[in-house]
């Protein structure tokens, strides 16, 4: 197997495995956004505008997520308000208002460190040895 075949094979798997997070079908529906927390809560009790606090997710990555950590992309402008509650029946916790959501997961950067190496090997092995022990 010759050298630049081998680089192929390797650049595509990194893809392949940098891309494997992003496989699995993103998820998307309404919840009740609370913008002071950024915070927003995806059980909703049926036929209410009532949420549960057993349902929060996350607006951005937190610190330690893995690439099976989801993140809930915020879009769409509501004014229709809606509360959330710490059980069925329970306290009101806070209100929000509805926003259309999109599940995505975290986080892409882990693989930024492997990205390089491929991208200095590749580099490195385009230079001949003379190249390189003139640098």
Known sequence: MTRLRVIKITIILLFAL???????KAQSGQGC??????TIYINNIPLTNVFLLSGAGATNCPVGST???PVYIISGNSNTDCLVVASAGGTVLGNGKYRNYVTAFCPLDDYVNCIFLVLAFVVL???SKAELRSI
């Not at 956004?33 to 950024?38: C, D, E, G, P, V």
């Open 18 to 24: 940098v891309l494997q997070p992003f496989k699995s």
């Open 33 to 38: 956004y609370i913008a002071s927390l950024s």
């Open 67 to 69: 690439a099976t950590t």
């Open 125 to 127: 092995s385009r230079f």
